[in-house]
């Protein structure tokens, strides 16, 4: 059976076996505009397309209910038109990993044809609803589709070749349209479809799996479990203890661990076909509580001894001295959650087999070095045979850094000999991948009459989940930054990481400050009541400045000046807002920028000068939004004096650029350093044609907190930030937030207003809304994006971004770094602002779940 209607103007036909018609316009007809972020749920909006002239989510729409409907996509509008949207979104800066954008300009486009200039702010908003950004705080959208509607002329920016310079992102115009792929756009003859079948139970022993019925189904090629496994079972970035499958008489450790892969000739019969691998049990009861996991002396995890991944501990002065001699003292228990990343691009690997042995993959990763290196070791294959191409992803924020189906794709197409394709459902990635560590605080903190700070003493427990992942290293940097921005005599913290059977945890934006820092702002806040002065007044008092000892015993440099300067540029807001009767309340922060802790940390980049006229630059690191494809082209434009237009930028492991992962602010900041010196390497051999100019930057000053150091240098650059969070005394609602941002150099500043933006977003969703919880059986309770909570358009308040520029002394350019701090200071300004309209002090994240304002009625 099929299903006729009209696409773009012209009569197609496809089968019906479709269960969606996004899934026939991709999948069949070769039209990949609609992405794909959460079929069938038709919850993010990413495959919004035209029917009969209105704006519908594709992946809601049968085949059935199809049939005889004119349906327009992006590659259907007219040329003028799809050349005015693209110019408005990427001059307004709308855009960032630009998996959403294409449905948000088809819905765009359905809003001004029926409501023209008359189309209003609100209405955009409500609008916009139907769409899930998780980059851009909407703000900068609003903006495009404001510009759009107004009839006014488009101004048409370009690229820009200098640094400072607020030229377009790299690609936006093609990002916009949806003519920039995607890993799941990519499609090659003969590709195979891989599915993978994941475990019923958090903690079981595998005593069978049958895959006969499997692998009888139609068009299903092969069926490959752990057995098939030629090289190593388990990977890891830091550790190698995630098993890539769990074997027969193994024993499963959370819902996200893979029992079997199924191959078939498309995804329908692949995924009707997983269901059919049959598992024997031996169920054992999940250790689904941090701190029965940590009591316990069972082990929590198959094959690993003992439930504590990590302990991060260091001490300076004599608190319990200081606390029995302070004037004021605050002693709180600060519960923060765990956070579902919800990039809008569900992972997706393409692996494709070539000669001799060898294999190209496709990968939205954050270290495809890393991706590469463990895909090998899987496979048993030399480095060299293996080639992972980076395709910038739709969005990652730490959750793409541990491969997800990479290895189960490219073992596949090892087995096999042929091209496959693993591309995960929404609740298959919620399962999968890790999330944002929950984190129990308990803190004192004590200060003199005049609210100066002299002890804090933090303990700290982490859900880690299962495996390492970076778990040891996230609580590694919440002790380090336990102490905020402040400058502390006496300090006595420790972190502990502890394993259990609920979702791993990783990296995710903030990377233990956020969660730190919450109980930090909480406790200096509490004490500015007690002393009886502001909460302005108390972050003055007491952040740090050049020749302070910070943390873990850091002499801070002159780039601490920046918080002070932060703190300077929010006060006139936040001194207006509470003359003007406001509830108000702020936040600082601080977030180191690179590894630290005495890693060596190396990026490399080459540069290299086409016949043609054009100019190669290759670098280290992972585009997934944050721009650093753009840092890169403003770099080499502005060093070389070359025209930006003629400069590609490419991430791929055929050139040894091998530098770890896209994590920790780091960049925009190693990336600039050693492209600008392959560019003047390459300027002073005259820049001749077809050669690579090799360039490197490397950060080697640092030390760990366990290398006995009196005053250790932790971290080589840091981010700061202040934030004023302003509501409504009447009602509560949050009107206006104000965020101040230290960048050291704004590469391009519109695209680091919108990191500010985007993150202020997300950092309101983590005080407020979102949360990612587990029942006592181990098993997430949330499925589907609708269930998370984050915040939409509508409900979004006003962001006025100021950024800073103190220079990071030996940085490159000064740059310090954005992607992370921007949402380090935003919980502690929300509570401090809840505290303002109802008076009760709060522990809890999120706020409006466990500890919703009590005003009105």
Known sequence: MTTLFELNGNQVEVYEQHPHLLAALRNELGVTSPKDGCSPSGQCGACTVLVDGRAKISCSISLDKAEGKSITTLEGFDQTERDRYANAFAATGALQCGFCTPGIVVRAKALIDQKGPDLDRATIEGRLGAH??????????????????????????????????DGIKYEANELSLGDRGFVDDIAIDGMLHAVLRFTDHARADVLAIDTSAALAADGVVAVYTAADIPGDLRVGILYKDWPVMIPEGGRTSYRGDVLAIVLANDVVRARAAVELVEVAYEVHTPFSDVNVALASDEDVVWELDGNVLSTSEYARGDVDLALAEAAHVVHEVFTTQRVEHAFLEPESTVAVPGEHGTLHVYSGGQGIWDDRDQIAAILAVDTSKVTVELISNGGAFGGKEDMSNQGHTALAAHLSGLPVKSTLTRPESFLMHPKR?????????????????????ARMIGDSGPYASVGMKVLERAAGHACGPYAVENVDVRAVAVRTNNPVCGAFRGFGANQAQFATEGAIDRLAEKVGISGWEIRERNVARPGSVWGPGQIMDDGVLGI?????????????AIEAGKAVGIGAGIKNSGLGNGFKEVAKAVVRFNEEGTIDVRHAWTEMGQGVHTVALQVAADLLSADPDKIRVLADTSRDLSAGQTTGSRGTLMAAGSIEDACRNAIADGCQIDIDYHGSYTVDWTNSINDGVDNPIIHSAFGYACQVVIADPDTGKIERVVAAHDVGRAINPVLAAGQVEGAVHMGLGYALTEEFPTDEDAMPTKSTLRQLDIIRPKDMPEIEVILIEVPQPRSPFGIKGVGEIGLVPTAGAVAAAYHALDGKWRTRLPLNVHEPLEIGD
Not at 438 to 455: K, Q
């Open 132 to 165: 899930l950004c998780r980059c851009t705080g909407y703000t900068k959208i609003i903006e495009a589709v404001e510009l759009l509607a107004s009839g006014e002329s488009i101004p048409i920016r370009g690229r820009s070749a200098k640094i400072g310079g």
């Open 437 to 457: 560590h929950p984190i129990t605080t308990e803190i004192w903190m004590g200060c003199d009459t005049e609210g100066r700070v002299n002890a804090v003493k």
């Open 564 to 576: 002070v300067e932060c703190l300077d540029a929010v006060r006139p807001h936040y001194e207006a």
